[in-house]
Nanobody, 115 residues
Framework: QVQLVESGGRLVQAGASLRLSCVAS????????MGWFRQAPGKERELVAL???????NYADSVKGRFAISRDNDKNTVYLKMNSLKPEDTAVYYC?????????WGQGTQVTVSS
């Protein structure tokens, strides 16, 4: 059974930093691309960052230079380090992994940035 479990979200003030974690189980983590998405109230879910099995990364324009995605294959964990947080970063953040025939999501972790 595949599980993605996110943690690390909380209420912070603008300008603060947070690190989200997502622990994966039940799949060959080392060979999977991993992504972080977010969904704000009333908005569609959007891709924030992704990292390939080889470590290549890609970011949404809105977070470039502020967020960093990384992975620890020994711990089956993907991280999202978020710096210089803004109120518009407020959202539920989801961990995701996808393949040719599958697509898995975590339950999400709430990040709230106050101004």
């Amino acid at each position: 059974q595949v599980q993605l479990v996110e943690s690390g979200g909380r209420l912070v003030q603008a300008g603060a930093s947070l690190r989200l974690s997502c622990v994966a189980s039940g799949l060959p983590f080392v060979s999977r691309a991993m992504g972080w998405f977010r969904q704000a109230p009333g908005k569609e879910r959007e891709l924030v960052a992704l990292i390939t099995s080889g470590g290549r990364t890609n970011y949404a324009d809105s977070v470039k230079g502020r967020f960093a995605i990384s992975r620890d294959n020994d711990k089956n964990t993907v991280y999202l380090k978020m710096n210089s947080l803004k109120p518009e970063d407020t959202a539920v953040y989801y961990c995701n992994t996808w393949g040719a025939s599958d697509d898995y999501w975590g339950q999400g972790t709430q990040v709230t940035v106050s101004s």
